[in-house]
Structure formats: structure tokens, C-alpha cells
């Protein structure tokens, strides 16, 4: 494991040529760091398509990457990756758009916890039988919408061969892929898929006499975008939480070095807002229990530190927006959440008066 210093790039210190001539298609580009990817890819000049349920997002997203040096499109379709028809009109798009297929895919597009699958266990179905079925809808976006986005990459990358030693997949997957998230379950369980999946195409990619494409995962800790819900934001008050930035930083780091690792891939774990630590494809081997113990204390090392106020990164006015109040108990509601939530509880009773 080793820290990625430099890594993280202000949209004003990109250079305009540092990634033109390189194509990229992005899903779940309408928001957080889908979008932010973009509005990076195309200042540093590479060609972008985004793909998303969510047509007002793509419409911002576009305009935002409107006369940068790069380009961003979208097909006029919303793209669904649990859909395969759809996702391929999405990966046939991109072929038009760049006139082969893309170089970089990035399976981004993901959504938070759906449905209470503990409280379901002691729910009956419709024959009046327990359990509840769950709801799988996290797992069908999060790890089949990814696969199948993987897939058809492959599929793509395999139509049309290349020497260039150009083609990268990138797996959003999450610091939740390796710790459990209470009260999530299914998203933690998504996310440790997508990091067996990084685990297991490194190793087959190992195998090959000629890797065809890179495997990349990054796994942020929290990051203040559209996915999270209120409570969540109360609950992250006074740490040190990902800028969509540096999620977009690192994957820029990704693509601007496509000899990273051998050309296998590599895995970044962003555990608060500072660089990102990267690992090889042969640090995370079966039973490798330092890989765990090392993750764990270097988070417990790097939020250790949350006092500084440098590295402070809650913004008052995003949580205050996020709750919307004005409740005098909220302070007391977040003394039961912890103490770090309580001092930014009064902090913003203090901005308040
Ligand atoms: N924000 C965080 O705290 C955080 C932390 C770790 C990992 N992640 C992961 O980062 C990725 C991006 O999330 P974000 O934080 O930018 O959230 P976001 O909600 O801002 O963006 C996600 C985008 O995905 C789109 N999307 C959802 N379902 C889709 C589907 N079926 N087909 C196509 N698009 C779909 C949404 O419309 C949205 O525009 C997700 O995979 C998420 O799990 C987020």
C-alpha cells in the first residue's frame, strides 16, 4: 500500500491536452462524481459520454462541460444499467459518438440502501409466510448494473482489438466494500461484490499471456453528493469526509497513466479528503489479513486527526441545507450519535443566532 501524493487536481491546475485524444463513458454521470468526472475528463480534453436515469442531470452535467477543451455528450434515451437493451444503447452511443469503442469505461452509477432487510425478516409475504422477500434493488444497480457494464465493455474492447494497451474499467465501489455500514447491508454487500470482482478480473488478467484492459476500483469513505440522505449528513457532522474531487482526481490519475501496475490495475481506498492510498493487484490476495489490519489503521490513524481544523471538511451550510431546520433539540438528538456530531450540532446553533 503506498499514498498517492499529488494525486488530487484542482479543475484549474489541470492542463487542457493532458487527456485529449482519450474517450470516456461514464454511467451515472448526472450527479456527484459521475458529473464531476466529466466536467474533470473535459477540461483535461478528453471526449466524454455519460449515461443516467436522471435526463435533468445529464442536461446539467453537459452544460457544465460546455466550451472546455473536451467534449460531453449524452444519447437523448436515459440509460438504465439494470436494463441490458438500454445500457447497450448507451455503449452504442459511445461507439458512434468517438468512432470506436470507448477507451475508459467507468461503472459509476449506483444508489444507497433500498428497503429495511433486517426488519423484513420478521415481515410475511403475500402467503402470509416469513420472511419477507427482500428488496434487491440496491444489489441490481449497484453489482449487476456494474457487472453488466463491465461486461459489455469487454464485449466492446473485444469487437474491435487494439495494441494501444489503452482500455481501462474503473468499478466505483466503496470503503463500505470493506467494512460493513450499519444499517446498510445491501450496499455493503454490493460493494465487497465489486471489490471481488476488481480482485477476481486481476487475477484472470494476471493470467493472460496479454492483458487486453486494466481493472481499477476506488472505494471512497463518505463524499457529500446526491446519494446521501439527511440523517446521514447529521451523522458525518466533524469528519472528515471525500470531496467528489478527489474521487475524480484519482480516477484522472487512472487514465493519465496507463501503465499503472503493469498494466493490470490497482485499487484506491480515499479515506477522508487527502490522497488517496493505492494498492496493487498482488496486495489483496486470499486470506491476506494485513491488507484488512493495514485499511483499519490508517482510518483509524487518518480520522484520528478530525480535530484539526484543517481537516474539518463538513461544510455548515450543506448540513444545515441538508436538515433544513431550525430545531432547537438537535444538538441533544446528536449528543446520542456521538460527540463529534454534537459539537457541530452547537456549532451550528451558534451560526444560527
Ligand atoms: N457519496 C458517497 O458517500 C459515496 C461513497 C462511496 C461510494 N459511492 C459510490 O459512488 C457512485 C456515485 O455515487 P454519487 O455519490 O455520485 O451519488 P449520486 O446520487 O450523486 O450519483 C449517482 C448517479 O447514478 C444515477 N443512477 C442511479 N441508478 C441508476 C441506474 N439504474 N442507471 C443509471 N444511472 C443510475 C443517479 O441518477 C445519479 O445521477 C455510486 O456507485 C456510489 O455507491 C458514493
Sequence with gaps: MKAVPGCIDALDTIRPSQLSGRSVLITGGGSGFGRQLAIMCATAGADVVIGDLNTKGLEGTIDLCRGLSGSC???????DVTVESSLRQLFAFAQATFGRPADVVVANAGITEVGRLSEDVALKNELGRYPKEPNLLTMNVNFSGVLLTAQLAEEAWKSEPSTEHNRQLVL???????????????????????????????????????????????????????????????ALAGLSVVQPETVASTVLHIVRDTSLNDGLGSM?????????????????GPLNHSFYQEITETIRQRQKVYDDPEYIQCRDDEILTAIGTNRADVPFIALLVSPSVARMAMKMQLLKQ
Excluded at 486481476?202 to 496479454?210: I, K, N, S
Design 172 to 234: 466505483l465501489a466503496s470503503m463500505g466494500g470493506h467494512s460493513g455500514i450499519p444499517g446498510a447491508p445491501l450496499y455493503s454487500a454490493s460493494k465487497h461484490g465489486l471489490v471481488g470482482l476488481w480482485v477476481a478480473h486481476c487475477a484472470r488478467l494476471r493470467a493472460l499471456p496479454e492483458p487486453t484492459f486494466s481493472c481499477h476500483a476506488i472505494c471512497p469513505f463518505f463524499s457529500f453528493t446526491g446519494i446521501l440522505g439527511r440523517a446521514v449528513f447529521l
Design 73 to 79: 455528450q449524452a444519447p437523448s434515451e436515459t440509460s
Design 268 to 284: 484506491y481506498c480515499l479515506p477522508d479528503h487527502k490522497e488517496p492510498l493505492e494498492f496493487s493487484t498482488d496486495y489483496v
